[in-house]
T-cell receptor, first 113, second 117 residues
């Protein structure tokens, strides 16, 4: 069956360190992958898009990698801040699934001051 | 830009009644909107794709007669939970793309917390 797996345990790190979150998928052939941030009681907010033919994308303190051989994406936040504390969701999409995005269950990040 | 507004943010209703949730794209037109449902600490589950001027497309296992979707204009989609029961209590979130490109980001509303007593 198709699965998107993110670590269900919260990631707890010290301010200033790099946070690394993992998204693994099985039985998908995604054309692209997106990362979102979700705060409690709010809708997700888009962060980054990476396409299947791209290995890495960066935006300010954020970096995403995409390894279609390992079927994995890594999401990094460098110089983390307490304000980065939130749940981070990965989502897969493919051309043949039309406009639908399928989400992982998210990983909660806690950045300690 | 690309703001999606969702109302109400919270609603409590009695079992057996119906609840309507509105989703509006404020500064762009959306021919397609998506309705998701989220249980605590779980993933966003796609319920249906709302298409302007035509019938919604429902995901497997979602009852179309229970979750009525209407997309009457390019900026408004509504989800009506009919004859609500306590098991329908959940967080419902709508979203839309500002661009027609298949991989463009989804813009989400802030969700509706539905509690059925």
């Amino acid at each position: 069956s198709q699965k998107i797996e993110q670590n269900s345990e919260a990631l707890n790190i010290q301010e200033g360190k790099t946070a690394t979150l993992t998204c693994n998928y099985t039985n998908y052939s995604p054309a692209y992958l997106q990362w979102y941030r979700q705060d409690p009681g709010r809708g997700p907010v888009f962060l980054l898009l990476i396409r299947e033919n791209e290995k890495e994308k960066r935006k300010e303190r954020l970096k995403v990698t995409f390894d279609t051989t390992l079927k994995q994406s890594l999401f990094h936040i460098t110089a983390s801040q307490p304000a980065d504390s939130a749940t981070y969701l990965c989502a897969l999409g493919s051309v043949d699934s039309s406009y639908k995005l399928i989400f992982g269950s998210g990983t909660r990040l806690l950045v300690r001051p | 830009g690309a703001v999606v507004s969702q109302h109400p943010s919270r609603v409590i209703c009695k079992s057996g009644t119906s609840v309507k949730i509105e989703c509006r794209s404020l500064d762009f037109q959306a021919t397609t909107m998506f309705w998701y449902r989220q249980f605590p600490k779980q993933s966003l589950m796609l319920m249906a794709t709302s298409n302007e001027g035509s019938k919604a497309t429902y995901e497997q296992g979602v009852e179309k007669d229970k979750f009525l979707i209407n997309h009457a204009s390019l900026t408004l989609s509504t989800l009506t939970v009919t004859s609500a029961h306590p098991e329908d209590s959940s967080f419902y979130i709508c979203s839309a793309r500002a661009s027609g490109t298949y991989n463009s980001p989804l813009h989400f509303g802030n969700g509706t917390r539905l509690t059925v007593t």
